[in-house]
């Protein structure tokens, strides 16, 4: 087998998606773009991005191929509604100010911290875990 590397084209749907490659982090993609030079053979890549389901899987590198893959992440999200009794009160998640009043978005699955804030109330902090729930 040659020790000469081989260009290698990492594509994907979304940006900035981590690269890591028999476990080292390669860098991330650039307009869902990564290129790479890698010896023939076979190895274990995994894509990983905030919000997204981490994809695994086997490739195979070769001499005289195109070495081109393609690759679809999965939003790991849930829809989250917020009504809030007072219009001006500011929602917050994981501590970076979302809304003010109401919040209709996707948070990611896994524990979140939601806080309502107004200027004369404070909420208590409650803590929010979504878990693999389908809709």
Known sequence: MSQK???????????KVEVIINGSKKGATENGKIDLQLRPGSYNL???KNG??????????????????????????FDLTINCDHNDADIFINDEKVASGT?????????????????????KLKKLTLMNLKL
């Open 5 to 15: 590397t081989i260009p290698v084209s990492i594509l994907t749907n979304v940006d």
């Open 46 to 48: 995994e894509l990983r």
């Open 52 to 77: 997204y389901e981490k994809l695994t899987q086997k490739i195979k590198i070769s001499e005289n191929e195109d070495n081109k893959y393609n690759f679809e992440l999965v939003k790991n999200q």
């Open 103 to 123: 919040f209709n978005g996707s948070v990611a699955k896994g524990k979140n911290i939601i806080r309502v804030e107004k200027t004369v109330m404070k909420l």
